[in-house]
C-alpha cells in the first residue's frame, strides 16, 4: 500500500477556497455531515468543527456486509407518517431506507424499513416525494449493461414497504438522482450528461419520462448535489472538474478544475464540503479527510471516505 501525504491547503499555500471554488460571502456556520467510510462499512456523522472521532461521533449506520460492502452514497429526508429516513446505497449492489430514531446514536440492519438488490454498483437512491416512489443508479453492468436507473413505486404512497420494481432505464454510467420539488423533476447524471425526467403516475404507474432537457460534461459524471444557497442551481463533478448548473438555462460553469473530486456541496451559509480520492490506500477512490472551504478540514486516520453530505433534509 502507498503511503498517503495528506497536505491542507495552507501547506499548499492556497486558500481552501481557491481549491474547492467561490462560495458566497456570508457568515460561517456550524452543522454536521455525513461520511459514507468504506473501512468500517459505515455512515458516520460528526459535526465538522469537530474532530472525526468515535468520541465526538453524533450517529452511525452499519449495514454489515453481503450486498452492502462499500457503502457509496447518503441522503436524508422527511417521509409522511414515518418521520426522518437515511437512504442508502452500497456498490455491493443493495439500497435501503433506514428509519433514523431520534436519540439513537448506533444503528444497524434492523432499521431498514425497506431494501431492494437494483445491482450494478449502485451509487444513490432518492425518494421522490409527494408520490412515494424510491429511484435508484448503477453505474455498470447488471440489470442492463453499462448502467441504469431503477424505479420502485408503491401500492400505497404512504407505505413505503410496498415499493416494488417498475421500471428500468439505461443510463449509462449512472451516478446520481436527485428529486426536484421546484422544477418537478428528477436529475440523473451518468457519463457526460445531466439529464431531467418528469415524473408520472401513481402507485404502481409510476414512470420517469425523458423530458429532453439536459446538460452535457466533458467527463464521467461522479456527483450531483443541491447548492442550498441557489435554488435555481445544481452542483456536479465529473472526471475533469466540478461544475455549476443552471436548472433555467441548461449551462454550466467550471468552479475548479480538480480531478478526481467524488462529492462536492454548499451548505445554505456559504461552505462549501467536499471529497477528493487521493488514488492511494486500500480504496483508491476514496480519502480519509472531508475538506471545508472555511473551516479546517477533517482527517480520520486509516478511514475511506467515499461521499460526504450535508446533513439536512431538504431537497433544496
Given at each position: ?39 468500517l462499512n459505515r455512515l458516520m456523522m ?30 436524508f429526508r422527511r417521509i409522511p407518517r ?194 477528493r480520492a487521493d488514488l492511494v490506500g ?35
Open positions: 500500500m502507498k503511503r498517503r501525504t495528506l497536505l491542507s491547503a495552507a501547506a499548499l499555500g492556497v486558500p481552501a477556497a481557491a481549491l474547492l471554488g467561490s462560495a458566497p460571502a456570508q457568515a460561517a456556520a456550524t452543522f454536521s455531515v455525513v461520511g459514507t467510510e468504506q473501512i460528526w459535526n465538522k468543527d469537530t474532530p472525526f472521532t468515535d468520541e465526538n461521533l453524533e450517529w452511525s449506520w452499519s449495514p454489515g456486509v453481503g450486498g452492502w460492502f462499500n457503502l457509496s452514497d447518503a441522503r414515518i418521520g426522518e429516513v437515511a437512504l442508502a446505497a452500497a456498490s455491493g449492489g443493495d439500497v435501503g431506507v433506514v428509519e433514523k430514531k431520534h436519540g439513537v446514536r448506533e444503528q444497524g440492519l434492523d432499521d431498514l424499513l425497506w431494501s431492494a438488490a437494483p445491482g450494478g454498483n449502485p451509487h444513490a437512491a432518492e425518494y421522490v416525494h409527494p408520490v412515494g416512489a424510491v429511484v435508484t443508479a448503477s453505474s455498470s453492468n447488471g440489470q442492463v449493461a453499462g448502467g441504469y436507473l431503477c424505479v420502485y413505486a408503491p401500492s400505497h404512497p404512504r407505505k413505503i414497504e410496498t415499493l416494488e420494481q417498475v421500471q428500468v432505464i439505461p443510463f449509462k454510467g449512472a451516478h446520481g438522482v436527485l428529486w426536484d420539488p421546484e422544477g418537478d423533476v428528477l436529475w440523473a447524471i451518468g457519463d457526460k450528461v445531466v439529464r431531467a425526467y418528469e415524473v408520472t403516475g401513481e402507485r404502481r404507474d409510476v414512470r420517469l419520462v425523458d423530458t429532453g432537457r439536459a446538460v452535457p460534461l466533458a467527463g464521467l459524471g461522479h456527483d450531483l448535489q443541491p447548492d442550498y444557497t441557489d435554488r435555481g442551481k445544481l452542483f456536479v463533478t465529473d472526471t475533469y472538474g466540478v461544475h455549476h448548473i443552471d436548472k433555467a438555462t441548461l449551462t454550466a460553469a467550471t468552479v475548479s478544475v480538480e480531478d478526481s473530486v467524488k462529492a462536492y456541496s454548499r451548505h445554505r451559509c456559504g461552505e462549501d464540503v467536499s471529497v486500500e480504496k483508491t477512490w476514496g480519502s480519509p479527510t472531508v475538506r471545508f472551504s472555511r473551516s479546517p478540514w477533517q482527517t480520520r486516520e486509516g478511514a475511506e471516505f467515499y461521499k460526504a453530505r450535508i446533513y439536512t433534509t431538504h431537497y433544496q
